[in-house]
């Protein structure tokens, strides 16, 4: 399995507050992503980056900013909290194979949002 | 823009039955990949199954296998012997390849229910 954390794994909070999530992994890969997985949407791409401070904007990013001020931590952050952002966040990661991108992608065991 | 359909949100079949799930795709890609992700109640997403564009010949796993179709732009899941153990959402995926910013598309998700 890759080694990729994600914490908290579950989280209530109210509307209107500020909440960060955190992705960590131990496989030294370059990329990784943030997605939302909501009922009859699958999953959807929030922000990903490509490298330390590297970062980029995905299919529903409005709300949401993200850091990564080191290779092994991904950081989600709600800045104020609404309840359209409850969900289940997942983190994933892809990386090197030799000299061509490993195109698979890792899941952490999500995070599960309530904004109350 | 890439689009992953998955036409059956749900599907039921007996235990040791075959049952194949739909996914068609649309591009304009000549390089890309495709995958089949299961979510079993867990939550987490595993990979199943992954198919390089470039390559004829369909990709198995044990039980698993894909009917690719590249022209008609169809990647179907074929489940053999299905086992309890089987039940899940599954998620049908889509990479262009050769970019910095390789992102995953997924569908919409089909959730099978292999009854004993």
């Known amino acids: 399995d890759a080694g990729i954390t994600q914490s908290p794994r579950h989280k209530v909070t109210e509307t209107g507050t500020p909440v960060t999530l955190r992705c960590h992994q131990t496989?030294?890969?370059?990329?990784m992503y943030w997605y939302r997985q909501d009922p009859g949407h699958g999953l959807r791409l929030i922000h990903y980056?490509?490298?330390?401070?590297?970062?980029d904007k995905g299919e529903v990013s409005d709300g949401y900013s993200v850091s990564r001020s080191k290779t092994e931590d991904f950081l989600l952050t709600l800045e104020s909290a609404t309840s359209s952002q409850t969900s289940v966040y997942f983190c994933?990661?892809?990386?090197?194979?030799?000299?061509?991108?490993?195109?698979?992608?890792?899941f952490g065991p999500g995070t599960r949002l309530t904004v109350t | 823009a890439q689009t992953v359909t998955q036409s059956q949100p749900e599907m039921s079949v007996q235990e040791a039955e075959t049952v194949t799930l739909s996914c068609t795709y649309d591009?304009?890609?000549?390089?890309?990949?495709l995958f089949w992700y299961k979510q079993p109640p867990s939550r987490q997403m595993i990979l199943v199954i992954r198919?390089?564009?470039?390559?004829?010949q369909n990709a198995t796993e044990n039980r698993f296998s894909v009917n690719f179709q590249k022209a008609a732009k169809s990647f179907s899941l074929k489940i053999s012997d299905s086992q309890l153990g089987d039940t899940a959402m599954y998620f049908c995926?889509?990479?262009?390849?050769?970019?910095?910013?390789?992102?995953?598309?997924f569908g919409k998700g089909t959730r099978l229910h292999i009854l004993p």
């Open positions: 994933a990661i892809s990386g090197l194979a030799g000299k061509f991108l490993s195109y698979e992608q890792y």
């Open positions: 496989e030294n890969h370059r990329y």
């Open positions: 980056s490509y490298g330390v401070k590297d970062t």
């Open positions: 591009t304009s890609e000549s390089n890309y990949y």
């Open positions: 198919q390089e564009a470039y390559k004829q």
């Open positions: 995926a889509f990479m262009k390849h050769g970019q910095k910013d390789d992102k995953i598309i």
